[in-house]
């Protein structure tokens, strides 16, 4: 057996899923508690440095190519999923379909969520990854050193006059999406990679369903404490 | 349980063969015993269609005891009809009330194709069977029931695993015509005992490779597959199978 045909099979490709998905969900605690800085109050003093350790930092900088390469093959591999999965029902549809029952609505909408997901990235990229890295940002001094200054660049987008209401709704409707995308992906990436211990699979769902909660709900209290004046 | 009759409108699919398209027809049944199953209601109405000299509706059925796994209605929009953990042959009739309006349709996926009105092709199945869903024993005399231990949770699971009919309801349930729950009862029932110990890892790859070339979906964990099926087959299984691919595709050379 090759690894090509490990990973092409019908089972193959759902680990291929399943492990991106807890890679990024890794990704996400990292990327939630360095944004947490935010609030500590300090006007942006903690995360800018926070921020900077982010981009310096060589052990960052290597994880970042993996974690493009993550995002990347989780996005095509779904795409491909989700057509080929949509494909093997026929032309024929049921006229009467409530086959789903013992179904969660977001677990049968993984792609549509995932789409959503996809749109917030890009815009989410534009807005903070692209002029980090490439267009450049505005600078601050701590301690006679330059930093970028991240929280005034998020600041300006969240608090924006014409936009900020219209921006922070959308981050809002992304955190939620993402909130929806966990409460399935979460436990389904652990059962993908074969947890099939009873015990793990009732932990893995709470915690699953904790973790769909909380990282959501920090994320999305981000833009409103901006817009809202509370950092 | 009080006995009535019913008089039913049936909305049935009838379709000439796998090449023509099918469409949906009305039938009015009348005088419907509640205790009757669901099959001896079709079987009433076939005996009427043939004697008015209509083609009886074609629908597959064997034991008519829950345990063949032949029989395979879509009912109502769900595979087996309203009843929970339950098959179509067990379905009986005082789950309908007078003057309800049924629909019956096959199985839908791209690998059960419809053969005739509600039978589908479900050939699929025993062709991930043959893929390596057995164990190579050379027969001789039985062996002594106890000259094996087997520890009794083991045994168990894998007695749960083995009560899988291969009817089907799981792929007609799944939104992605997945056969994942059929496969994973398959692989977990021979994998959890010694005597499927020998081909555990190639069993599963085969297995597999069969299940992809039969056109079916992949899994993505829903739970419909479970909840509809008759035997109450575990999702678990689904888990117990991605780990079994991820260890022998591991170890292939």
């Not at chain 1, 211990?197 to 901006?226: D, E």
């Not at chain 2, 009348?30 to 629908?59: H, T, Y």
């Not at chain 2, 049924?102 to 050939?123: G, H, M, Q, Y």
Request: contains cysteine; charged residues 20%.
């Amino acid at each position: 057996m090759t690894w090509k045909q490990m990973f092409t099979s019908s089972v193959g490709k759902k680990l291929t899923m399943g492990f991106t998905g807890i890679f990024l969900i890794l990704f996400l605690i990292v990327h939630v508690g360095l944004n947490a800085c935010i609030w500590a109050m300090d006007d942006g003093k903690m995360f800018n440095k926070a921020a900077a350790f982010m981009g310096d930092n060589v052990v960052p900088r290597i994880l970042e190519i993996g974690l493009f390469a993550g995002i990347i093959l989780h996005i095509v591999q779904g795409f491909m999923l989700e057509s080929f999965n949509r494909k093997a029902r026929g032309k024929v549809k049921y006229a009467v379909d409530f086959g789903n029952k013992g179904s969660k609505w977001y677990s049968r909408s993984m792609g549509l969520l995932g789409t959503l997901l996809l749109l917030f990235l890009i815009m989410h990229i534009a807005h903070f990854w692209v002029p980090s890295r490439i267009t450049g940002l505005a600078e601050v001094s701590y301690d006679d050193k330059i930093y970028h200054n991240l929280f005034a660049e998020m600041k300006t987008v969240f608090t924006n006059q014409q936009y900020g209401l219209v921006i922070v709704i959308l981050y809002v409707l992304g955190c939620l999406s993402l909130a929806y995308h966990l409460a399935h992906g979460f436990q389904s990436a652990f059962r993908t990679i074969g947890v099939s211990n009873k015990r793990y699979n009732k932990m893995i769902t709470s915690l699953g369903y904790c973790f769909a909660i909380i990282v959501p709900l920090a994320f999305a209290l981000m833009p409103i404490s901006f817009y809202l004046g509370w950092v | 349980m009080e006995h009535y009759n019913m008089n039913l409108n049936l909305k049935v699919w009838r379709q000439k063969n796998s090449k023509t398209r099918g469409e949906f027809k009305m039938y009015r049944v009348e005088n419907i015993s509640s205790e009757m199953s669901f099959l001896e209601m079709f079987d009433v109405l076939n005996e009427r269609l043939i004697a008015e000299g209509d083609e009886p509706i074609a629908f597959d059925h064997d034991c008519r005891e829950g345990i063949c796994g032949m029989c395979s209605m879509y009912i109502n929009g769900k595979p087996h009809g309203p009843w929970q953990g339950n098959t179509t042959c067990q379905l009986h009739m005082r789950a309908f009330k007078d003057g309800d309006t049924i629909v019956v349709e096959p199985w839908r996926s791209n690998a059960f194709p419809v053969i005739k009105d509600l039978v589908v092709d479900r050939t699929a199945f025993d062709r991930i069977i043959q893929a390596g869903g057995y164990i190579s024993v050379n027969t001789g005399n039985a062996v002594d029931g106890n000259a094996l231990p087997i520890n009794k949770d083991k045994a168990d699971a894998s007695f749960a695993a083995a009560m899988c009919i291969g009817c089907g309801a799981c792929v007609a349930a799944c939104k992605n015509s997945s056969a994942m729950l059929f496969l994973s009862a398959k692989v977990s029932h021979l994998a959890l005992l010694p005597q499927g110990e020998p081909e555990r890892n190639s069993r599963v790859l085969s297995m597999v490779a069969q299940m992809d070339k039969e056109g079916f979906g992949s899994c993505t964990n829903t739970g419909a597959c479970e909840a509809t099926c008759p035997k109450e087959i575990s999702i678990s299984y689904i888990a117990k199978l991605n780990q079994e691919y991820l260890c022998a595709s591991l170890t292939a050379e």
